[in-house]
Structures are given as structure tokens and as C-alpha cells.
């Protein structure tokens, strides 16, 4: 038995959240969330020299990007503990905008899950906020009443589950209003392997998320939660693990014809997002937890909030290949991304 500590932390908030309402005109985006100066007149400069290319992509010997995107393996074993605490820290969700984030494991996303088919998750939610919250597993089938409550400031919860089901699910707060505390960061990404297992390949998780960002960010830099954007399903980012446009200026290197499986999970809270790799066709793609009758020779698969699914492709030459949701004005806004292909 492995006992793996996650140490998320969340710092006290200041009175009231800092949500601000809206201005009577809402100012324009930064240009550097990808959006125009001006709305009405849209930037028509191409940002990148490759077809799809809504920002710049990164050269041959580009860092790592801020975010591993690479699934990690699965830890030794059948029983697998798990500790989550909350924090308060300040992220980047673009290029020059901060964000006061509500984290679970100090970043956003919360860090990727990996685990078996039938095995036990032994959780534990340590609080270190001032307001309640919650953990809500979507891989687990267990009474919310019972396991999914408030957990007050300075008190902790422990439950166990046990994923029955294979697939990419979400995990999040969900303590009310269940948005807000998604918006500001409370989710990540469980991947549950099959008792029989897949094909050998190289393996991603992207969870797809948006940012509300008030008009002017706080005193120490960093933007919160704008409440009245959220409710008009208006965002200022729509990003890959937590980041716009983080996979676009470092590309995902991958080899040309080997096989890639990407998780999908999208934690919304609003936005669906309609998948597509640039250049590709999707050989398979398993949506939620179904296994027995996947999609073949597909292009694009929507992703509905609170959903996941695995597609698995084969870039046929080397190249750059964008990744995207199909709904451009989100990828405009951060949801776009490089694989990389390598070969002769």
C-alpha cells in the first residue's frame, strides 16, 4: 500500500469573494487573452504561419509548458490514498493575467488522477478556508448525501469509492453556487484504466475550462471572479489545464504514426467543447465511461460540461497538427494547442 499525498491548500478569501459586478460598457479584453483590441473590428493579422494557428507556436527547442500535459502512470498497488487540501493561490491564465484562484493541489487544474478499473480510492478533504466545500467524484457511484457534504473551514472529510466504470471523468467542489467554485479553479481530471488494458500509447489529459475576469484586477494584480459574466456565459479565457494558449507556445512532441490517446474532460462551467485535431481523424473515440461501441473515423466529438472522452489518433507525417475546440470564438480565446509530430 502507497500512500500518495496531493497537497492542495486554499488561503483565506477576503470578505465578500471580490466579486464585482460588471461595468455599465464592458471593457475589452487584453490583447493578450488572443481577443481583438476592439470587437468590432477584429484583428485579421495571423498570429502563426499554420492553418488553424490562433496563436504563436513555439519553435524547434521550446521549454516544457507550465502545465504537464502527459498522463501520469498509475501508482503501485490496488488501494491508493489520496489527500487533497485547499488553496488560495494567485495563477496565470494567459499571457500577463493573474488570476486569484481557488486550487486543489495549488494549481489549476487539480493535479491529473490515474488509477485501475476496481480499485479503492481512499480520500481525504482537508479545509483550510474560511467558507465550505466539497469534493464531488464523478467516477464514483456513492450517495452525495452522505459523502459529497460541506466541509466547514478547518475541518476535514475521508470517504472511500471504488471506479467501477472505465473512461475520463471529472472530479470538483461542489458546494454552492456550484459555477463559482468551478470558475475559480475547483477541478481536475480522473483517468480510470480498464481491467483489460488499452493499447500502448502516448497519453494526455486536457481539461478544458474558462476564466470570468472582472474588468480591472485587484490590488496585488490579480483578476477575480466577474459573477454577472459567468451568468451570461461570457468568458474572457477558454483554456487547456488552466492556461491559454500554453500548448500552442510549447507544442506537444509526439512521433509521427505512433498511436496518441487524449483524455478529454470538460469542466465548463459553461462552454461545450467540440474537439478536433487539425489534420487528423480520429481512429477511435470513447465517450464517457463506454468502452463497447466507440466512434471510428470521426472528426470532431463534442464534450459536454461535466463530461470526458478518450480519442485516440495517428498523425500520419511529421508536422505541427493544432488541436482545438471546433467553436472558434473559444478557441480565439485560448482553447487551442500544438502536437507535434516527429519522424523521418
Known amino acids: 500500500m502507497k500512500f500518495v499525498a496531493l497537497v492542495v491548500g486554499l488561503a483565506l478569501l477576503a470578505p465578500g469573494c471580490r466579486i464585482s459586478p460588471p461595468p455599465a460598457r464592458q471593457a475589452a479584453a487584453p490583447a493578450s487573452t488572443g481577443a481583438p483590441a476592439n470587437p468590432q473590428s477584429p484583428d485579421t493579422t495571423p498570429p502563426a504561419n499554420v492553418s488553424h494557428g490562433e496563436a504563436p507556436v513555439g519553435g524547434p527547442n521550446t521549454p516544457p509548458a507550465p502545465v504537464e500535459a502527459r498522463l501520469p502512470a498509475v501508482e503501485p498497488g490496488r488501494l491508493h490514498h489520496l489527500r487533497l487540501e485547499i488553496k488560495h493561490v494567485t495563477v496565470t491564465v494567459a499571457p500577463g493575467v493573474s488570476y486569484a484562484a481557488w486550487t486543489l493541489g495549488g494549481g489549476v487544474p487539480g493535479p491529473a488522477l490515474h488509477v485501475r478499473q476496481g480499485d479503492t480510492v481512499d480520500f481525504t478533504l482537508i479545509n483550510r478556508a474560511n467558507i465550505p466545500h466539497s469534493m464531488d467524484f464523478h467516477a464514483a457511484e456513492i450517495a452525495p448525501s452522505t459523502h459529497y457534504v460541506n466541509v466547514m473551514p478547518g475541518d476535514s472529510l475521508h470517504y472511500r469509492f471504488v471506479p467501477r466504470v472505465p473512461g475520463a471523468f471529472l472530479y470538483h467542489c461542489g458546494t454552492a453556487p456550484v459555477a463559482m467554485h468551478i470558475a475559480n479553479g475547483m477541478y481536475g481530471g480522473l483517468v480510470v484504466d480498464p481491467a483489460i488494458p488499452r493499447p500502448k500509447a502516448k497519453e494526455f489529459v486536457l481539461v478544458q ?48 504514426r505512433e498511436l496518441v490517446r487524449l483524455y478529454v474532460v470538460n469542466a465548463g462551467p459553461n462552454r461545450i467543447s467540440s474537439f478536433h485535431v487539425v489534420g487528423g481523424i480520429f481512429e477511435r473515440v470513447f465517450e464517457d465511461g463506454s468502452q463497447a461501441n466507440p466512434l471510428i473515423g470521426v472528426q470532431t466529438v463534442n464534450v459536454p460540461v461535466g463530461g470526458g472522452s478518450i480519442f485516440e489518433v495517428r498523425l500520419r507525417e511529421p508536422g505541427d497538427y493544432p488541436f482545438v475546440t471546433h467553436a472558434f470564438a473559444d478557441a480565439t480565446k485560448g482553447a487551442v494547442g500544438v502536437l507535434r509530430a516527429t519522424g523521418h
Open 209 to 256: 475550462s474558462e476564466f470570468y475576469l472582472t474588468a480591472k484586477p485587484g490590488a496585488d494584480g490579480a483578476h477575480t471572479l466577474d459573477w454577472p459574466k459567468l451568468l451570461s456565459l461570457a468568458p474572457d479565457q477558454v483554456v487547456f489545464n488552466g492556461r491559454a494558449f500554453q500548448y500552442a507556445e510549447h507544442p506537444i512532441e509526439v512521433a509521427a
